[in-house]
């Protein structure tokens, strides 16, 4: 350990090997986004809902206009939403498949499943064919979303760390912008657009699944598997240098006491791994609860309830989808040097003020019918965008870094399970509950995801330890044992050599 608490940091190169297996294993994060981004829109086009939902259709051609519940249909949303169910069970035999098999094969499998999913739903002609069709692209998610942080986390360096998981995210928001982009076309080609949309998905799950075989298993997933020869010339590799020999070993010693662990998901029921557990799953549940998901699945019709266009609004919510993509860059650069508890509480303060303004300005302008001016339509753009960016930097990528970066190898995979099935049950629920709860509640949703950001700003105060610059095999000793609150829970384990 260096003076200033880190964690020793060692020799490595950043070869285009290396470079290539983040890039590839990346694609992971662009399906999930591509699907954030595809459902909502494919959802409002009208030949879809012709086709497979007549009687929303129906209702639809004669709705009567209120702003704030325009689009407020339980099975439409079920229907977007019943693939994070999906994807919630098969993250927990997505971390079998992650200790069992590795972390690349894992990636291997969520592609398989990605591309039947795609081809399914660019054919299918009926509704049931479609929802299994769902179900497999969520069974994807689940596999993908549990081996592609982990396999980012694990195969980086100390001092980037942070910054090549953002990849995940980065991909994630480079899907979210295409699936936006592909819609916009795709709303004009009639009666087919939404199979092209459905099916595009296709074209980065095949390259997730060529890159799969080409990318290296993680030197810690190889060791605990028994593959200790093999991981020692993967690390080689992927740091480009030939003496690895002192981070190798702390990898092995780390696999050792993993390998003592017979049961993790019995020993994240104990007491040490409260601190983890607590983090992990609550940092998802916030990340979900700053409400990015009623901007990414219905930007369009927000924008349409404030006055926008059909068309004006398809592009407001490219203009947010290159916002997103855009800060997530700046949380690349920023995430190893500022750390991770600095970016969480200034995008807390930046999202509160952003949610607040936005839910002010609608309650006091914007009524059932009607619309608000357009300078004010500009100024709530402006402020989405603004909260978009911040939590691009900030709980959009650490929301899957810091869960990914503090458990201990013995149950790394078990636990991080939980907070990819956490994230999955939140985004269902928000997604579910979005559209009703704008109805209701109209404008003061905004104020009520504002009340979240100011509990979870607090949160972070009180129990997010900075984990920058730690080594994964370091983080229980120099993180939780000396932490104000979580070093109770892990006290016991204090004397015992830290790996
Ligand atoms: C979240 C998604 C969200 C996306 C937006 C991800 O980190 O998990 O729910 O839609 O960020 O960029």
């Not at 290539?20 to 959802?43: K, P, Q």
């Not at 030949?47 to 497979?52: H, Q, R, Y």
């Not at 074209?203 to 990318?215: C, H, K, M, N, T």
């Not at 001016?373 to 960016?389: F, H, N, Q, T, W």
Request: hydrophobic fraction near 50%; charge should be positive; aromatic fraction near 12%.
């Amino acid at each position: 350990m260096t003076e200033n608490g880190q964690s020793t940091t060692f020799k490595s190169k950043i070869t285009a090997y290396v470079v290539g297996c983040w890039l590839l294993a990346a694609f992971g994060g662009m399906m999930f986004g591509y699907d954030i981004g595809i459902s909502g829109g494919v959802t409002s086009m009208d030949d879809f809902l012709e086709k497979f939902f007549p009687k929303v259709y129906e209702r639809k051609q004669h709705a009567v206009e209120n702003n704030y519940c325009k689009y407020d249909n339980q099975l439409l949303q079920l229907f977007t939403s019943s693939l994070y169910l999906a994807a919630l069970v098969a993250t927990f035999f997505a971390s079998k498949a992650c200790s069992l098999l590795g972390r690349k094969y894992t990636i291997l499998i969520a592609s398989c499943f990605f591309i039947i999913s795609a081809i399914l739903s660019s054919v299918g002609n009926n509704i049931e064919l479609l929802i299994v069709a769902r179900i497999l692209f969520g069974i994807g998610v689940g596999f993908g979303n549990e081996s592609v942080p982990l396999f980012l986390t694990e195969v980086a360096p100390i001092q980037h760390r942070g910054a090549v998981n953002i990849l995940f995210q980065l991909f994630v928001t480079i899907g979210i912008l295409i699936a936006n982009l592909v819609n916009y076309f795709t709303s004009t080609v009639h009666p087919n657009g939404w199979r092209w949309s459905l099916g595009l998905a296709g074209v980065p799950a095949v390259i997730l699944f060529l890159g799969s075989l080409v990318i290296t298993d993680t030197p810690s997933s190889l060791v605990e598997r028994g593959k200790d020869e093999k991981g020692k010339k993967v690390l080689k590799k992927i740091r480009g240098v030939e003496n690895v020999d002192e981070e190798f070993e702390q990898i092995r010693e780390g696999c050792e006491r993993a390998k003592l662990v017979k049961q993790p998901f019995k020993k994240l029921m104990e007491r040490s791994s409260v601190p983890p557990m607590v983090i992990g799953i609550s940092i998802q549940v916030f990340q979900q609860l700053t409400g990015i998901n009623a901007i990414m699945f219905y930007a369009p019709v927000l924008f349409q309830t404030i006055g926008f266009k059909s068309d004006a609004s398809l592009l407001s919510s490219v203009v947010t989808g290159s916002v997103n993509v855009l800060s997530t860059l700046v949380s690349i650069y920023a995430v190893d040097k500022v750390g991770r508890r600095k970016l969480l509480l200034q995008a807390c303060i930046q999202m509160f003020i952003c949610q607040m303004a936005v839910g002010l300005i609608l309650a006091i302008t914007l009524k059932n019918t009607g619309t608000i001016s357009k300078e004010l339509g500009i100024v709530v753009l402006l402020m989405v965008c603004l909260y978009v960016a911040a939590f691009a930097w900030s709980w959009g990528p650490l929301g899957w870094l810091i869960p990914s970066e503090t458990f201990p190898l013995e149950t790394r995979t078990a636990g991080f399970a939980f907070a990819v099935s956490t994230n999955m049950l939140m985004t269902f629920v928000v997604a579910q509950a979005f559209l009703s709860m704008l109805c209701k509640m109209r404008a003061f949703i905004f104020i009520f995801f504002s009340g979240w950001i100011l509990v979870m700003g607090l949160f972070v105060i009180l129990f997010v330890p900075e984990t920058k610059g730690v080594a994964l095999e370091d983080i229980n000793e120099r993180v939780w044992s000396v932490h104000p609150i979580w070093k109770k829970f892990v006290s016991e384990r204090r004397n015992l050599p830290m790996v």
